[in-house]
């Protein structure tokens, strides 16, 4: 009997309906009430560290959920994280970063509606959850959810209403959950020799910025005054706009400039960005050799730069970690 621990955040999975709509207000203990068949493979117990709507969850939040489990890492074999679904890809991707070669589960899940629902899907995926954070070949983050296990770093939310809500986004499955039997489609933990690494410090001075058609630059030239970093979602396989004012080069130039770090990346979900193909990415990577985050996730691309600043304002060492894969989250790693 494997010995796990629960941690409680909130989400729709421990939402009750009042006045205003949904709000999480069960308990992690009131949770694990409602899956009493996971007591046949593990022994679970239960700590409420956050009651909040994920919309909510900030980096600060990210910090609290590695630290927990960081001070319960040696009693425990492994974690489930029952969390709303809104921002779960994000918290996945950034405990990735936080909680490093960790040869126990840390698996985090939730429900697109309440665990006190008659027509819910929270139940079985708490059940499946723990059941796969029990398995003695699971490891590292990851998310499970209808079924699926999904690394931590390329979990995204793709449907809003459905309960096959999350995808995993240019990497297969790691495995799938069907009648309490989990069948692996990557069993590599034997290859995971290294100690566990937890990092205590992200840097939330990311920004994003989402390319539409006839932008302008200003928005760049404000970020640049107020965040460390930005990550521009550009149009297919990713470039800027090459526009006579030549307004995008001077702003890239300025943020070059000054010491900050500027990621390319796609608004096209799967498949990846290649900024070489047209003449409207290779000239300006080639000129300011910008980072592209070709086939990570945008979530796994915030949360890596957040953790990176955290360590580090070196360009030389950013560019390393950008490209150093951790937890699958970046095949394609041409520097």
Not at 88 to 114: D, F, H
Not at 207 to 213: E, F, G, R, T
Request: aromatic residues 10%; glycine residues 8%; charged residues 25%.
């Amino acid at each position: 009997m494997k010995k796990i621990l629960m941690l409680g955040t909130g989400g729709t999975i421990a939402c009750k309906r009042g006045d205003s709509g949904l709000k999480p207000l069960l308990t992690s203990n009131e949770l694990l009430s409602y899956v009493p068949d996971a007591k046949k493979f593990c022994k679970a117990d239960s700590l409420q560290i956050l009651n909040i709507d994920s919309t909510n969850m900030q980096p600060k939040h990210w910090l609290i959920i590695a630290k927990a489990i960081e001070d319960h890492y040696g009693e425990y074999d492994g974690f489930v994280i029952c969390h709303g679904t809104d921002t779960m890809a994000y918290t996945a991707a950034a405990l990735s970063y936080l909680i490093q070669n960790s040869r126990k589960p840390i698996v985090i899940t939730g429900a697109q509606k309440p665990i006190d629902m008659e027509n819910t899907d929270a139940r079985i995926n708490l059940f499946d959850s723990l059941r796969f954070a029990s398995d003695d070949r699971s490891h590292g983050v990851t998310i499970v959810f209808d079924g699926k296990a999904i690394a931590g770093t390329r979990g995204k939310k793709v449907r809003t209403k459905s309960y096959n809500a999350f995808s995993s986004i240019n990497f297969p499955y790691i495995a799938t959950i069907q009648d309490g039997y989990v069948i692996f489609y990557l069993d590599d933990k034997k290859s995971y020799s290294k100690e566990p690494q937890f990092f205590h410090d992200l840097n939330p001075h990311v920004a994003l910025m989402k390319l539409i058609p006839s932008m302008g630059a200003e928005t760049l030239d404000y970020m640049a005054e107020h965040y460390d970093a930005v990550i521009i979602e550009s149009f297919g396989v990713g470039g800027l706009p090459s526009y006579d004012s030549g307004d995008f080069y001077k702003a890239i130039e300025k943020w070059i400039s000054l010491g900050k770090t500027v990621v390319m990346t796609t608004q096209v979900t799967n498949e990846g960005s290649n900024m070489s193909v047209y003449e409207v990415g290779h000239t300006i990577k080639k000129e300011f050799g910008l980072l592209e985050a070709y086939d990570m996730t945008l979530e796994a691309t915030v949360t890596k730069l957040m953790w990176i600043l955290g360590q580090t304002k070196d360009p030389k060492k950013i560019r390393k970690l950008f490209y150093h894969t951790i937890n699958r989250d970046i095949l394609w790693s041409v520097s």
